[in-house]
């Protein structure tokens, strides 16, 4: 019966890709292979080759890509561990980059007319970026944010006994060796188009994995996981490649069959009603520059009893069922014994909570620290309760899995940790690279907040700003700065860069208190924290993809509170591994956050305008972010601590998965707590070790050097006199609908990039769920800055097909610091907006579109971004004070002009 209403509480919501509603138009004369691409009305899987050829037809304009060098290059400058990037520390296991040489040189390539298409730029820039090894320091937009390349077959690397090495596998093959309990034939893959296996795809991981510190990551970054299926993401073997891979595929298994070539695949995450794309040129305009054709139409609504359409939450009931390519995920027991309440399990309903009573384990996943659903508390409430019910029930250990956790909310990952270990008070310590640029916004924000009055709003509103130091902990002295000086200017540097004093999270700054029905058991009344297991009766389950957040409580509960780490997978051989192979860093920091803050310093003291660069471009990016704090160890003593993110931290055993274990983690679970507790010899030879081996010696990454004139354009490149190629010739600019009130996706214009959707809004300083238009994202397109895309439907009970996906939205919390009891405690890294009726009306009398409102203070656009300032207010919306973009004069300048888009010797 429980399975029963269990089965029938599903209601799958599977969006087939989102099919470019047929326009009005007709097709332009030369239609190409983008057109098709954009089209197609079923299904959004393509030949890779296809997608390549339309791609490679995309122009390249030179003074638009050099606006966004500029920008990035400006934005680097915030990136804590640029230094350390040029000049890798021993143990850090990747080449190193000096990622500000490798931007002369992209600048250097476009002044010799070395790129002949938009894709040879993006693909040079976004490995420049990526040799960064850097989950924080990320860029989404242009032509490859919307598609992703993959093989036709899913991987999986196991080791038959878990003791001699892996090899790789189909992953159905393997599906079929467990159901039928080891009768089946298997055989591994041995070749890829020729080569060694392991060495093909050891290149292909150390080219399309991001952000990971070691081979060994990268490797698991390839392989299908249930704890990836289940937050409807795909691995990047399958279909998480950004560049183009090749045309086919060639596998050769040991058993001597070699099937036949392949072609890789293309997966193209439609951002919804684009109207025809049809040219290269249309990409352009769309892609880059986020300008639509002349004769796009907003698509109406349609009418309820039609079938969902992509991002329209209210229409789910004729959901179609999903179809039967789907797999269910069975890494995970059915029913878990604790869940978030509030979330149905197929709503991301992520962290659960097993109890394993025969193995006396109790298990808790996080996949990622977000709390998804209206009542954040009851992420905590959940931890606590798993707590409690597992103690209740008398089990003896816990095994806390963080397979594939990104991150999240650094808060929540301190919370969670104080649950574990009240008594042990976290340092968690960070710098900042100390550069100009970071010293003008810091000794102006800084003194500014300490002249307010607490009680304005602007005290509050400000209070969680990065540049305002005056309310932070300094590590050493456990005492808040006194000053933006006490703060900037410290001793510690590395090579070139120096850094400011180290800041660490204030222990009286609670996330939230629990109210009393967040709670479920009798334990409530109970004052006195318990500390509820001890240290050694816990271990931390990881795939070496850890990140950010979960880096952050990894670095808590190992290094602070010496909970023991097992790391499961990695590259084919022997030897240690890394329990967290993402970024080790302490504060993501995103370049439209920046902007504001520029705009808030140059509010506040106008003689400040010379100290920052021009900061407009046209480049459409729904992602630019930095890391803006490291992260170090409290108690290192020396003058300068070498970041985490570079030094080497083994986990104490590692395993490696197996037949039995690889989607089935009640097995895992159980085979990671015998490798700690009763068995050690199911570690990895050498893995205890703790010592890495030398990494192998590999040259800077550098950028690849175009000499003039080596580069011709193909045949098949546009021609510079085809009109149906015009970059920006009968187009318009897609305004800005963040957040805009609405009650249906029509009412969000944006070429479809945004969704109608009930998100939680800060009014008043109440969180009330209403109706807003926000970002749409999916499990292949992630636009959501610091947010999390949550997307609603399959994940957590089927790996969606490839070619169907998810449609989520961009979550971002505004829970924290909209309570009154907490007054504003943080601003979440700029993404709240708030269009009020009062601040749409002010931000018209001043000829903007819409302001977002930070309590007293307004940012204020037009929604073609031409035009942006800031205003304040006190007492209410009595104005007090305005500024507005001013050119390096002074001079007002009434928006800014796009570059010429007419000249057209780039593409000679
Ligand atoms: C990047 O910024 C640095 C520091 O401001 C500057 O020296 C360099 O010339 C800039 N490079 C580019 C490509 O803009
Ligand atoms: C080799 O292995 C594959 C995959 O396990 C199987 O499909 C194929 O039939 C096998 N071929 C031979 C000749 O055994
Ligand atoms: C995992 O394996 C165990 C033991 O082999 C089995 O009892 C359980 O049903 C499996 N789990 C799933 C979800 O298939
Ligand atoms: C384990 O024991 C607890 C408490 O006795 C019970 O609630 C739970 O259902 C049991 N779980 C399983 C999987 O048997
Ligand atoms: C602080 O406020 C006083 C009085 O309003 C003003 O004169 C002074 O310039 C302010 N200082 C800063 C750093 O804003
Ligand atoms: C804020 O507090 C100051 C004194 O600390 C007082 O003079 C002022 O009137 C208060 N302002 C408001 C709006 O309550
Ligand atoms: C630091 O500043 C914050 C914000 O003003 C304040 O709440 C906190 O009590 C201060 N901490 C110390 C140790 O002074
Ligand atoms: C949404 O509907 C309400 C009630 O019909 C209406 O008052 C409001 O203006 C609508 N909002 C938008 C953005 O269309």
Known sequence: MRNLLFLLSLTPVLVLV???????????????????????????????????????????????????????????????????LASPPPGYQQPGVDLVAGLSQLQRNIDHGGYVNEYDFEVALHRLLRAGHDDHLRLAGGILSNFAFGSPRAIASVSLDGKELPKVY????????????????????????????????????????????????????????????????????????????????????????????????????????????????????????????ASYTEMPEPSSSSTPSAGDSTSSSAAPAPSPTELPNTAYPRTPDVMQPGLSINDQGLLRGYFLNESSL???????????????????????????????????????????????????????????????????????????????????????????????????????????????????????????????????????????????????????????????????????????????????????????ACALFMEMMHHEAGVQTVVVGGRPNPGPMQASGGTRGAAIYEAKRLDRDISIAQYIDRSTRARFPDRQYDFFTTKLTVNLRDQIRFGDDEASPVPLQFQYEAANCRIFYTPRTWYNYTNLWTYASDAIWSDPSLCV?????????????????????????????????????????????????????????????????????????????????????????????????????????????????????????????????????????????????????EVEKSGLKLAKNYGFDACDHYDEILYCYTLDGRKSGVRFFANGNKEVDTVEDENENGEYVEGFDPPDYNERDDFD
């Open 18 to 84: 989102a099919s470019a509603p047929s326009s009005t138009s007709a097709a332009p004369p030369s239609s190409t292979v983008c057109g098709d691409i954009t089209k197609r009305t079923a299904g959004g899987v393509f030949p890779a080759k296809t997608v390549y050829d339309c791609l490679a037809s995309v122009p390249f304009n030179a003074a638009v890509g050099s606006r966004l060098l500029k920008y990035v290059n400006d934005t680097l400058q915030f990136h804590s561990t640029l230094a350390y």
């Open 170 to 293: 189909f992953t159905e093959d393997l599906f079929a060796y467990e159901a039928s309990d080891g009768s089946s034939g298997l055989s591994a893959i041995s070749t890829i188009n020729g080569r060694d296996a392991i060495e093909y795809l050891t290149e292909f991981a150390a080219v399309h994995a991001v952000g990971k510190l070691e081979p060994h990551a990268e490797w698991n970054m390839l392989m299908q996981s249930g704890a990836l299926d289940i937050q409807g993401f795909f691995e990047v073997f399958y279909s998480g490649a950004t560049f183009y891979p090749g045309e086919s595929i060639t596998f050769g298994l040991e058993n001597g069959t070699v099937l036949k070539p392949e072609d890789w695949d293309a997966v193209y995450y439609s951002p919804g009603n684009t109207g025809p794309l049809e040219t290269g040129g249309d990409f352009y305009n769309f892609f880059v520059l986020n300008h639509l054709p």
């Open 362 to 548: 109790a298990v808790l996943t996080i996949p990622q620290f977000v709390p998804h659903g209206r009542k954040p508390n009851s992420f905590i409430a959940t931890v606590r309760q798993f707590l409690q019910r597992s103690r209740r029930a008398g089990l003896r250990k816990v095994v806390i899995d963080l397979q594939q956790n990104s991150g999240g909310q650094p808060l929540l990952a301190l919370e969670i940790f104080r649950l574990f270990f009240p008594f042990i008070d976290p340092s968690a310590a960070s710098r900042r690279r100390a550069h100009p640029m970071a010293d003008a916004l810091g000794s102006t924000l800084t003194p500014y907040w300490q002249n307010l009055t607490t009680n304005s709003s602007a005290y509050s509103a400000l209070l969680t700003n990065e540049w305002v130091v005056a309310s932070r902990l300094n590590a050493d002295t456990d005492q808040n700065f006194t000053s933006w000086d006490d703060y900037f200017y410290s001793p510690a540097s590395y090579g070139r860069d120096h850094f400011t004093h180290s800041e660490r999270y204030d222990p009286s700054n609670h996330l939230f208190t629990l109210e009393a029905a967040d709670i479920t058991t009798d334990n409530r009344n109970s004052s006195h924290p318990a500390q509820p297991y001890e240290a050694e009766d816990i271990i931390i389950l990881t795939d070496g993809l850890c990140s950010s």
């Open 685 to 833: 030879a050498t893995s205890t070790d703790h010592h890495p081996h030398p990494p192998p010696h590999r040259p800077p990454y550098t950028v690849e050097t175009i000499k003039p004139g080596t580069s011709t354009p193909a045949d098949d490149q546009p021609q510079s006199n085809d009109p149906s190629n015009d970059i920006f010739a009968g187009t318009y600019p897609v305004g800005n609908y963040d957040l805009r009130p609405c009650n249906y996706t029509s009412d969000c214009g944006g070429g479809g990039r945004y969704s109608c959707r009930e998100v939680n809004v800060c009014q008043n300083g109440i969180v009330k769920p209403l109706k807003r238009c926000t970002q749409y994202c999916s499990s292949g397109y992630d636009p959501c800055g610091s947010g999390k895309c949550k997307s609603s439907g399959l994940s957590g009970l089927f790996r969606p097909s490839k070619g169907s996906y998810d449609i989520g939205y961009c979550h971002t919390p505004v829970w924290r610091w909209c309570s009154g009891k907490n007054g504003h405690k943080e601003l979440y890294h700029g993404q709240f907006h």
